[in-house]
């Protein structure tokens, strides 16, 4: 098992905008459910089971959320929606994580804004450090803070482990009944 307490996740990928409908309602696409559930299974393989999940309520993140927890073996974490995580950047991310590095996190968001966390938290400080750490769709970076209240300072992370759905099978989640 490996030793992380926040996981910052970007949801998985999404359909495109249909006429008329807005950002939020996006869904996920069917490869984007595929890509969540193997995630699910990766965490599921790969850390203590999920305590807390602090998401963006939009569509496709529930959707990614919900496909992640459908691969937990054991109670349901407890998961909050908070509205302003939806398109978040980095100081709206710092300000909703302040109250949350306690216990250990699951946060599933969308990008720039991870892109930037991720950045901060491992002070990526040039263009190229900041430019290897991309967020893809469903891609999740394992990170290893110090418990605190407030936000987490620039820098204060390890990395334990980036994942993301090309690194591993795209297995489609098992069919009902079968």
């Not at 393989?45 to 691969?71: D, N, Y």
């Not at 967020?135 to 992370?157: D, H, I, N, Q």
Request: proline share 10%.
């Amino acid at each position: 098992m490996l030793n992380a307490n926040l996981i910052v996740m970007r949801h998985a990928e999404a359909r495109p905008a249909v006429a008329g409908q807005s950002d939020f309602a996006r869904a996920l696409s069917e490869s984007g459910a595929r890509e969540a559930h193997c995630m699910g299974r990766w965490l599921a393989e790969q850390l203590p089971p999920l305590k807390r999940v602090l998401a963006s309520p939009a569509v496709r993140t529930r959707e990614t959320v919900a496909a992640v927890l459908g691969t937990e073996l054991v109670a349901a974490p407890e998961v909050r929606w908070d509205p302003q995580l939806y398109l978040a950047d980095l100081p709206q991310l710092l300000d909703a994580l302040g109250e949350e590095l306690t216990r250990p996190l699951l946060l599933v968001g969308h990008n720039p804004g991870l892109e930037y966390l991720i950045g901060h938290l491992l002070d990526a400080e040039d263009a190229e450090q900041s430019a290897a750490l991309f967020m893809p769709t469903a891609g999740l970076y394992a990170l290893e803070l110090p418990p605190r209240k407030g936000p987490p300072a620039r820098g204060s992370a390890t990395l334990v482990k980036f994942v993301c759905p090309e690194r591993l099978t795209l297995d489609a989640p098992p069919t009902p009944g079968a």
